[in-house]
Structure formats: C-alpha cells, structure tokens
Nanobody, 128 residues
C-alpha cells in the first residue's frame, strides 16, 4: 500500500490549507483507518488527527482542535485535512498514515505503532 500526500505549501498566519492523502496498491476490499502526523525539525513526530475506516469517529490533538478537520469519502481510502487558522507552530512536514485494523479508540489513534503504512510527507510552512 502506498500513500501519497499533497497540498502542502507556504501560507501566512491565519491562513488555510487543505491536505489530501490517497492510498493505492493493494487496497481492494479494505478500507483503512487514516491518520495525520507531523514532524518539525529537531522534534519527534506527533499526532495531529485520525479518522476511523467508516468516517464515524474522528480524533484530534488538543493543539489543533477547532482549527483542523479530518474527513474522508465513505468506503474510500482518500482522506483530507482542512487546516484553518494556521499558526507558525503548525509548520512541519505532515505525514499521512493508514491502519488496517485501527485505530481502536482515541488512545491508539494517537500512537505511531497503530499505523501500518506511511506516506512521504508534505511540507507546510506558516509565516509569521
């Protein structure tokens, strides 16, 4: 399974971006839970948002609640991350990830080992 993330770029503080991630490869008949993580230079990768395989459950890091929205087409392995009210501290490489059996609730949704597949990342830079 390959994940392709796109939509990153340079935006001013307060601006918006919409990231997308599409899974391809051996996905026929399987709908994956999907998540977004981010990693800034010199920092650990951190959880941003996740969505269950059917879209019924969503999970967010406290730092992005109320500003970011994760969504997906039902029964499709494509997910979006709408990011509004961007701040300089949101600047990072954003990675999408897929989990075949997860996320299994809010605790596991935030954990890197929950996810089986990872994309290469897309860079988001928010200027102050």
């Amino acid at each position: 399974v390959q994940l392709q993330a796109s939509g990153g770029g340079l935006v001013e503080t307060g601006g918006s971006l919409r990231l997308s991630c599409a899974a391809s490869g051996r996905t026929f008949g399987t709908t994956y839970a999907m998540g977004w993580f981010r990693q800034a230079p010199g920092k650990e990768r951190e959880f941003v948002a996740a969505i269950s395989w059917n879209g019924d459950s969503t999970y967010y890091a406290d730092s992005v609640k109320g500003r970011f929205t994760i969504s997906r087409e039902r029964n499709e392995n494509t997910v979006w991350l709408q990011m509004n009210g961007l701040k300089p501290e949101d600047s990072s490489v954003y990675y999408c990830a897929a989990s075949q059996y997860g996320p299994g609730g809010s605790y596991y949704a935030t954990k890197i080992p929950t996810y089986d597949y990872w994309g290469h990342g897309t860079l988001v830079t928010v200027s102050s």
